[in-house]
Structure formats: structure tokens, C-alpha cells
């Protein structure tokens, strides 16, 4: 039995695989920081046994009570991903699964490659209405890949989409390719009378070094995007950095940061109400964008989500309250679980790629219903 890593996006570090009824291992570290969570790793064993998979480390995972109820993603193929039987004793994560076939690849999410990162961007740009800009490179030498859809024109709105700052929450760039794929297309009429109303800078993944390192929630040098918007810097954040400068250059109407969430098994935002320069105006627009999203799909709820900030409270070096209270705009933090949407359960997929891209195309109908009073 063979158990490796050493490809895009993955994460884990073997002790002992010697005995396939306890097989141990752990999930590494962030370079450069203590937050771990993600992991993503191939077994290959021609012995199609059961076999007893022990991450050995995750009781000290960043978010523990991720693991309550929670169920690994499993494939052959790398495409289709379905959940495995997987137990939390507190201490240790263990799935148990009897592969049907010889290699079989675990991930904490289905992952979202570099490749096709950058088919998406790509083929993206192959569109009339888009240009792919890159704004400059990562730590690692990558590109920090932005895509502007439609034009700048008088009356017209500047509506910003970032998504994966933190790049284990690969369901952030699931959103986004439903997201982007159906902005572009030329037969919907939301997005086409959208692209009269707006123009949309969009980065589909803000972290792109974090992705293939593996990570969960920082860049190359363990840097938080998330907690760098005050103060962002070339040598620590370029990616915050030059996103930043980018909006100050184009304003901003909307905004919506794309994430995941590891313990609250439901789709929810999180909102600007801590901010400084929260007014009844920006409350009545987060309600609306609220109402309308639920109204749109009974995957959105606005029951269950984070603990609202105390006003003047919000901690501005979080992007999407930089945001709202730089430009005074809409401005949210959108979150989908790792588990499942406990509101509308699938038992054999949980959350999964298909369901965030669809969340994507259903929030550019939100997008839609309140373009029109952003200012
Ligand atoms: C969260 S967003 C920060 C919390 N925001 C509010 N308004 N409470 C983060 O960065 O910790 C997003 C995430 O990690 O998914
Ligand atoms: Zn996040």
C-alpha cells in the first residue's frame, strides 16, 4: 500500500502504514503557521480490503468542532466526490472505507486544482464581454489572475467578487465557475440585462500559493489574507495588496468575499453591521440582498451564522469590512459549509462542488434584484 501527497493541493504527512486496520497519519501545518485542516492524499492498495484511516492530529485542528458530524470526501476518478464513514473521538479523525478500485484519493472538500484554475480563467476570457488581467504575481511566482466583465459607462455600477483568501475553502472557487459561468452566458437574460446595469471585476482565487501548497488558511509565508486588509504588503500580501489598490482605482458598489466554514452546516453571509459608517441605508440593503437570496433558494438561510459585531466593533482587517466601510457599499462575507446544509440534507454528497456552483448562479439573481439601489 502506497499513501502519497505530492500533487496539487495536497496535504498529509504518513506515520505508520503498515497495518491497513490503522493506518496513521496527520495533516501538516501551513508553512510558516500553526493552522491546519485541510488534507488531500491517494491510497493505492491493489488489496481491496477495509481499510482504517486514523488522522491522528485533528483533535489540535484549527476549528475542532469542524469534525463534529462531519463526513471526508472520497473519489477515483478525482471528478465525482462522494462522502466516506468517518468518526470523531476527539482526538483523532478515522475513516473507514473498502475501496472498490486500486487508487482512491480522501479530501476534507472536493478539491479545485491550479489546472483547472486556470482553464477557467481562460476560457473565461475567450468571451466577448471578458479580459483577463493579472494584477501581478505571488510570493510563489503565480499569477494573481482577475477577470472584468462588461464596461465602465455613466449610471453603471462596480460590483467586486474575491473568493478562497482562504485556500482550503475550495468551495469558494466552485461558487465562482457557477458564478462566472453564467454571467457569461449570452442567453440568460439576468446576466445580460446585469452586464447594461454593471461592470464586475471578479478574482476567482486569491491565494493560489495557499491552494497548491495545500493549505488551509494562509498564503506562502502563513500570511491570513483575511486579516491583512488594513495593512496589506507586497512582501507579506501581495495578493490583499494589489487587489486592494485595484479596487481604489475602480471603486466599489458591491462586494462579496467567497469562504467556507468549518463547523456551521448551513449557507450563511456575514455582514458590515460592526462597522463604523453603518447606517439604515446599508441595513436595509443587507436585508434586501437576505430576503431576496432566501426567496431565490432554500439553500440560503439567515437563522444560523456568526455572532453579529457590536457597533464600531467589526475588525477592519477583515476584507469584506475593509470594504464596506472604505467605499460604504454592500459588502459581504458569503459562507458555505464543509458538511452539508443541515436545512437540506444529501446524504451521499453533503455540501459538494455542484451545489456550490449552483449557490453561485442563484446569488447572481440576488446580484440582479438590488443592482439597481447599490447608491
Ligand atoms: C471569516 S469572516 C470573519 C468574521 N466576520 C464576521 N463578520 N464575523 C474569517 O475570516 O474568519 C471567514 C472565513 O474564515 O471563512
Ligand atoms: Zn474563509
Redesign the pocket.
Known amino acids: 500500500m502506497q499513501i502519497t501527497s505530492n500533487f496539487d493541493s495536497g496535504n498529509i504527512h504518513v506515520i505508520d502504514s503498515s497495518n491497513v486496520s490503522d493506518i496513521q497519519v496527520e495533516i501538516k501545518k501551513d508553512n510558516q503557521s500553526d493552522f491546519y485542516q485541510w488534507f488531500h492524499f491517494k491510497i493505492h492498495n491493489n488489496d481491496h480490503v477495509e481499510h482504517v484511516i486514523n488522522i491522528v492530529n485533528a483533535g489540535n485542528a484549527a476549528y475542532i468542532e469542524g469534525w463534529e458530524n462531519y463526513q471526508a470526501v472520497a473519489s477515483y476518478d478525482r471528478e465525482q466526490w462522494f462522502r466516506v464513514p468517518t468518526e470523531y473521538d476527539g482526538k483523532q479523525l478515522t475513516i473507514k472505507f473498502t475501496p472498490e478500485f486500486d487508487s482512491v484519493y480522501f479530501a476534507y472538500f472536493a478539491p479545485y486544482s491550479y489546472e483547472r484554475h486556470q482553464d477557467l480563467i481562460h476560457s473565461a476570457q475567450l468571451h466577448i464581454d471578458c479580459q483577463l488581467q493579472v494584477l501581478g504575481q505571488t510570493l510563489d511566482g503565480r499569477d494573481i489572475s482577475l477577470l472584468k466583465v462588461g464596461e465602465e459607462g455613466e449610471g453603471k455600477k462596480t460590483i467586486w467578487l474575491t473568493a478562497r483568501q482562504?485556500p482550503g475553502?475550495t468551495m469558494a472557487e466552485w461558487f465562482m465557475e457557477g458564478f462566472i459561468d453564467r454571467l457569461l452566458d449570452e442567453d440568460d437574460g439576468v446576466a445580460r440585462s446585469l452586464l447594461n446595469k454593471a461592470v464586475f471585476y471578479m478574482v476567482p482565487n486569491m491565494n493560489p500559493d495557499g491552494s497548491v501548497r495545500g493549505h488551509l488558511r494562509t498564503n506562502a509565508l502563513g500570511a491570513n489574507l483575511?486579516?491583512e486588509w488594513q495593512t496589506p504588503s507586497m512582501d507579506r500580501s501581495p495578493e490583499v495588496y494589489l487587489v486592494r489598490e485595484k479596487m481604489l482605482s475602480t471603486g466599489v458598489d458591491l462586494f462579496l468575499d467567497i469562504?467556507?466554514?468549518e463547523a456551521l452546516p448551513y449557507n450563511f453571509v456575514?455582514?458590515c453591521e460592526?462597522i463604523p459608517s453603518y447606517d439604515e441605508r446599508h441595513q436595509a440593503l443587507e436585508e434586501k440582498f437576505k430576503r431576496i437570496l432566501i426567496a431565490i433558494t432554500p439553500e440560503f438561510q439567515d437563522e444560523k451564522g456568526?455572532?453579529k459585531?457590536e457597533p464600531g466593533q467589526?475588525?477592519l482587517t477583515?476584507g469584506?469590512?475593509w470594504v464596506g466601510e472604505q467605499f460604504k457599499c454592500l459588502s459581504y462575507?458569503i459562507?458555505m459549509p464543509f458538511k452539508d446544509n443541515d436545512l437540506l440534507p444529501d446524504y451521499s454528497v453533503g455540501w459538494s462542488d455542484e451545489r456550490s456552483s449552483l449557490l453561485g448562479r442563484d446569488v447572481l439573481t440576488a446580484v440582479y434584484h438590488v443592482v439597481d439601489q447599490l447608491r
Open positions: 482562504h475553502e483575511n486579516r469562504h467556507g466554514d456575514a455582514g460592526g456568526y455572532e459585531d467589526a475588525n477583515v469584506a469590512s462575507t459562507e
